[in-house]
């Protein structure tokens, strides 16, 4: 399993893809911030294969990130995340909501995305 830590991405949001069960998040005031999971990868590999599951909608963009270390301590990271591209009409006007993900999407969500070419 690979290493996390929780993360916030500032200057930043996250909306609800129209008619989809996932998030995009774009460019923002420096007074929004995206909480999320830092995960480091280990291999080019699995780059490869986020890469491909992100799709084209998406440009995979370096951040500076804050996390809490080991010792919870602030430390802010350089990080790839994943941009939205497809335009913000395609987004809606709200957050996108990870609980209600959780809890009516996820398992619809796992298998119509899990399945590589």
């Known amino acids: 399993m690979p290493k996390t830590y929780e993360a916030t991405l500032k200057g ?4 609800a893809v129209k008619g989809a069960s996932y998030p995009g998040i774009i460019p923002a005031s420096e007074q929004d911030s995206v909480k999320g999971l830092l995960y480091y990868v280990e291999t ?7 890469d491909w599951f ?3 909608e ?10 809490l270390d080991e010792s ?4 802010i990271v350089k990080a790839n995340t ?10 809606e006007k709200y957050d996108w909501d990870f609980e209600k993900f959780l809890a ?3 398992k619809d969500f796992v298998s119509e995305h899990t399945q590589e070419p």
């Open 12 to 15: 930043y949001k996250r909306l």
């Open 44 to 50: 080019q590999k699995d780059m490869e294969r986020l």
């Open 54 to 56: 992100e799709s084209s």
């Open 58 to 67: 998406y440009k995979r963009t370096i951040v500076a990130i804050e996390i």
């Open 72 to 75: 919870g301590n602030l430390k």
């Open 82 to 91: 994943y941009v939205w591209i497809e335009g913000e009409d395609n987004l």
């Open 104 to 106: 009516t999407k996820e």
